[in-house]
């Protein structure tokens, strides 16, 4: 267990919804990072926040958004779904921004996605 | 063309056998290098991790990093059915955005 968690463990819907992800961070992890596992395209980076701030930004949709609370849980928010979003997204959690240094990212068990 | 390159395999051995796993990048600016493991149905895990070019060891594994080559590989010794799982390397330039090879399946049968 990484001491990441994300819900739901899985969500189904159908195209044009909107959902949300949910994830909450190892106890003292300042960072948040979104990542999409597909078939296709394997893992891919998303965005990432540091203390409620977006940090980096990846191959992230503009249907996408996500934010960072007080609290440093993180939500991902897609809309205006397609057949194409089914995936895993995962969340992942370190302890600062990474600038400057290497930081473990711990990762939690993902949420699969079905677009129906 | 994808930054890292990995081949997905599947690959499968024998209990025992010395186990190789291996990715190509293009980025030069890519100075950290991961190895991170992922079981059916769960997040990837961090298994090991190298700073440039070199070696590391830690127990049945050992990462190498070529930057001059911009190669990396993974060897697993004496490998064991638990090692079961997919591998992905990944790859950063100032830590933070990972950059992922596509996973290679192993399975290691008894």
């Known amino acids: 267990d990484s001491g990441v968690t994300q819900t739901p463990k899985h969500l189904i819907t159908a195209t044009g919804q909107r959902v949300t992800l949910r994830c909450s961070p190892r106890?003292?992890?300042?960072?948040v990072y979104w990542y999409q596992q597909s078939l296709d395209q394997g893992l891919q980076f998303l965005i990432q926040?540091?203390?409620?701030?977006?940090?980096a930004k990846g191959n992230i949709l503009e249907r996408f958004s996500a934010q960072q609370f007080p609290d440093l849980h993180s939500e991902l928010n897609l809309s205006s779904l397609e057949l194409g979003d089914s995936a895993l997204y995962f969340c992942?959690?370190?302890?600062?921004?990474?600038?400057?240094?290497?930081?473990?990212?711990?990762f939690g068990p993902g949420t699969r996605l079905t677009v129906l | 063309q994808k930054e890292v390159e990995q081949d997905p395999g599947p690959l499968s051995v024998p209990e025992g056998a010395i186990v190789s796993l291996n990715c190509t990048y293009s980025?030069?600016?890519?100075?950290?290098f991961m190895w991170y493991r992922q079981y059916s149905r769960k997040g990837p895990e961090l298994l090991m991790y190298?700073?440039?070019?070199g070696n590391k060891e830690d127990g049945r594994f050992t990462a190498q990093v070529d930057k001059s080559s911009k190669y990396i590989s993974l060897f697993i010794r004496d490998s064991q059915p638990s090692d079961s799982a997919t591998y992905l390397c990944?790859?950063?330039?100032?830590?933070?955005?990972?950059?992922f090879g596509q996973g290679t399946i192993l399975t290691v049968h008894p």
């Open positions: 980025n030069s600016a890519f100075q950290y």
């Open positions: 990944a790859m950063s330039a100032s830590y933070g955005k990972l950059t």
């Open positions: 992942a959690s370190s302890v600062v921004s990474g600038v400057g240094g290497f930081n473990t990212q711990y």
């Open positions: 926040y540091y203390n409620g701030e977006e940090r």
């Open positions: 106890s003292g992890d300042l960072s």
């Open positions: 190298t700073y440039s070019s």
